[in-house]
Structures are given as structure tokens and as C-alpha cells.
């Protein structure tokens, strides 16, 4: 493992990021990953998003994970909500499209309503 | 046959399973032997666990706790993928305590399947699962490399979660090189 002490550099870091974007979360994630969404590609998907956010320096974005979205024929199935707006449910969302919807939807609030699914 | 391509997409899903009956910790253990041929992969989670009957089906395709979601289906092809590379395949539970799966596999066997991407699964894992922390040790004969988020967490505090993007880069890298450390082919 790196280092536990430049962890401690990175927490500075990290708390002055907060403090710059104030409080609470600008949008959420959620990846459906159940048995169908990890063998549709979920872990794919989650890794683009999470490499998108580390590439744009962006903290204030809670990403988590959940079970089987219900909808397997649309999987990797991802949510995205921005701020206290819609929960926006989006289908066949591999690497490319996950690190397209970070750009619109998360930084442009603009939903990418052809790859929404109901 | 199996639906997933690799063994750290068999162990994400034996982790979604934990995280599903409530664990907060998951330890994940891989070792692999290369004098006795062996690949050894143990997934234990601190959940509610299950009692025998809940036990007895896991293993049975068709089972599911619940009747709209798919949790454990996954294991039925766990098991079968070990099986079926001249190895093992176990499930040890207690309610109350806890899960403990474990796949063996003969490591040189051609249909083994690799690794595959154990960073990505161990980041989903650890940013993934809220409020779980994780404790991965691997393994490699006589070389081991060890990631334990409480210790982390620990420096971090409650306050910065485990999507920052530097807390990121830390992982990855950490992740990175714990695994190029390890002797051999880790997949």
C-alpha cells in the first residue's frame, strides 16, 4: 500500500474541496449491481465513473452501488440525480456512455433522455 | 459455462451477497500456490448469515430469499466454475455471524478463468458499499500484499468519502502496485 501518511496530505486536500463546494452532495449514483449487472458489465461501468470523477477532480458526487435493478434486459442499468431533481434511470450504460452521462447530466444537468429506460 | 468472464466478477457478487444480508466488513483472501497448483479464494462477510435450510439451497439455482431480485444466484456458477478446474467449492454460515464462501481451483487448469480486473471489483467494493469497510489480503507464494480500509479510514475520518478524487487516485494506486508487486502472472 502507498503510504498512510500521505493519506494524511490527501485528507487536507480533500477537506479544503469541501469547504469550497459547501454542504452537500451535487448529485448522486447509483449502479445496479447484481449478478445480471456485474455479467452485463457493471464493474465496467462503475470503474469509467469513478475514473471520470477522479480525472475531473470532482468530490462532491456520492456514487454507491445497489442490487439487481429489476430490469435485466437494460443492464448495466445507472442512476443518476442532480441535487434534489429527478432520479433519472439509464439503460445500457457502458464505459463510454457512464463517462458521457458524467459530463452531461452530473456537470451539464442536462438528462440524456435516448438512453433513459422506464 | 459461466456468465462472468472472470473470478473478480464471481467475488464482487459473492460480496454483493455479504453487503446484501447486512455485513460491514468484507475479507477477501486469495492465495495462490504455485508448487501445489493451487488458487484459493475466500469471500467471509460479518452479515446476518443463514441457517442450515437457507444453506442447503443456496447452492440450487433456483433459490432466491427473496422473489423479485436475484440475490445468490450468482453462487450456483461459483461453484461449478471451481468444480469444473479440478477444485472445491464450499459455503459456511451461521446466522448471526456471518458467511464464509471459499473456491478453490487447480491453478495451471485450462479452463480456469483469471483474475480478471481485481482492482476494479476490490474499488467497487470499497467506494461502492456504503459504510463497509474491507479487508483484502493476497497472496502469492511466499510474497503477500494486504489493503485494509478501516486503516484508511481511520486517517481519513467520516467526513471524506471514499469518492474524492484524490482519495481515488490513492487507491487505485495502492491497488496498482500491491497487485505488480506480487510475483508472477496474477491472473
Same mark, same amino acid.
Request: glycine share 10%; aromatic share 6%; hydrophobic share 40%.
Given at each position: 500500500?502507498?503510504s498512510l501518511e500521505e493519506l494524511q496530505?490527501?485528507?487536507?486536500?480533500?477537506?479544503?474541496?469541501?469547504?469550497?463546494?459547501?454542504?452537500?452532495?451535487?448529485?448522486?449514483?447509483?449502479?445496479?449491481?447484481?449478478?445480471?449487472?456485474?455479467?452485463?458489465?457493471?464493474?465496467?461501468?462503475?470503474?469509467?465513473?469513478?475514473?471520470?470523477?477522479?480525472?475531473?477532480?470532482?468530490?462532491?458526487?456520492?456514487?454507491?452501488?445497489?442490487?439487481?435493478?429489476?430490469?435485466?434486459?437494460?443492464?448495466?442499468?445507472?442512476?443518476?440525480?442532480?441535487?434534489?431533481?429527478?432520479?433519472?434511470?439509464?439503460?445500457?450504460?457502458?464505459?463510454?456512455?457512464?463517462?458521457?452521462?458524467?459530463?452531461?447530466?452530473?456537470?451539464?444537468?442536462?438528462?440524456?433522455?435516448?438512453?433513459?429506460?422506464? | 459455462?459461466?456468465?462472468?468472464?472472470?473470478?473478480?466478477?464471481? =467475488?464482487?457478487?459473492?460480496?454483493?451477497? !455479504?453487503?446484501?444480508? !447486512?455485513?460491514?466488513?468484507? *475479507?477477501?483472501?486469495? &492465495?495462490?500456490?504455485?508448487?501445489?497448483?493451487?488458487?484459493?479464494?475466500?469471500?467471509?462477510?460479518?452479515?446476518?448469515?443463514?441457517?442450515?435450510?437457507?444453506?442447503?439451497?443456496?447452492?440450487?439455482?433456483?433459490?432466491?430469499?427473496?422473489?423479485?431480485?436475484? $440475490?445468490?444466484? !450468482? =453462487?450456483?456458477?461459483?461453484?461449478?466454475?471451481?468444480?469444473?478446474?479440478?477444485?472445491?467449492?464450499?459455503? @459456511?454460515?451461521?446466522?448471526? $455471524? !456471518?458467511?464464509?464462501?471459499?473456491?478453490?481451483?487447480?491453478?495451471?487448469?485450462?479452463?480456469?478463468?483469471?483474475?480478471?480486473?481485481?482492482?476494479?471489483?476490490?474499488?467497487?467494493? =470499497?467506494?461502492?458499499?456504503?459504510?463497509?469497510?474491507?479487508?483484502?489480503? *493476497?497472496? $502469492?507464494?511466499?510474497?503477500?500484499?494486504?489493503?485494509? @480500509?478501516? &486503516?484508511?479510514?481511520? =486517517?481519513?475520518?467520516?467526513?471524506?468519502?471514499?469518492?474524492?478524487?484524490? $482519495?481515488?487516485?490513492?487507491?487505485? &494506486?495502492?491497488? *496498482?502496485?500491491?497487485?505488480?508487486?506480487?510475483?508472477?502472472?496474477?491472473?
Open positions: 500500500m502507498k496530505k490527501i485528507k487536507e486536500r480533500a477537506l479544503q474541496r469541501r469547504k469550497l463546494a459547501g454542504e452537500g452532495a451535487r448529485a448522486r449514483i447509483v449502479v445496479a449491481m447484481g449478478t445480471t449487472g456485474i455479467a452485463a458489465g457493471a464493474r465496467d461501468t462503475m470503474a469509467a465513473i469513478l475514473k471520470e470523477l477522479e480525472k475531473r477532480g470532482i468530490g462532491d458526487v456520492v456514487v454507491t452501488q445497489t442490487g439487481s435493478a429489476g430490469m435485466s434486459t437494460y443492464e448495466p442499468v445507472v442512476q443518476v440525480q442532480v441535487g434534489d431533481g429527478e432520479l433519472v434511470t439509464y439503460g445500457n450504460v457502458d464505459a463510454n456512455r457512464a463517462a458521457t452521462l458524467i459530463e452531461k447530466h452530473v456537470l451539464g444537468g442536462e438528462v440524456v433522455a435516448e438512453w433513459q429506460v422506464q | 459455462m459461466t456468465i462472468f468472464r472472470d473470478l473478480s466478477q464471481h =467475488i464482487l457478487d459473492i460480496a454483493e451477497n !455479504g453487503v446484501k444480508a !447486512g455485513a460491514t466488513l468484507l *475479507h477477501l483472501t486469495i &492465495e495462490e500456490d504455485t508448487a501445489a497448483d493451487t488458487l484459493r479464494i475466500v469471500v467471509q462477510d460479518n452479515g446476518s448469515g443463514m441457517n442450515a435450510e437457507a444453506l442447503a439451497k443456496v447452492e440450487d439455482p433456483w433459490y432466491t430469499t427473496r422473489t423479485t431480485r436475484n $440475490v445468490g444466484l !450468482g =453462487i450456483p456458477f461459483f461453484k461449478q466454475a471451481a468444480e469444473m478446474c479440478g477444485g472445491s467449492f464450499s459455503i @459456511t454460515s451461521e446466522p448471526g $455471524v !456471518g458467511t464464509t464462501t471459499e473456491a478453490t481451483f487447480q491453478h495451471s487448469h485450462i479452463d480456469r478463468p483469471p483474475l480478471g480486473d481485481l482492482a476494479g471489483t476490490l474499488l467497487c467494493m =470499497i467506494v461502492g458499499f456504503e459504510g463497509v469497510d474491507v479487508l483484502y489480503q *493476497h497472496r $502469492v507464494d511466499d510474497q503477500t500484499f494486504a489493503l485494509d @480500509t478501516r &486503516e484508511i479510514r481511520a =486517517i481519513l475520518g467520516d467526513d471524506i468519502p471514499f469518492s474524492d478524487p484524490d $482519495v481515488l487516485a490513492f487507491l487505485n &494506486e495502492s491497488l *496498482h502496485n500491491g497487485l505488480a508487486s506480487l510475483p508472477g502472472e496474477t491472473s
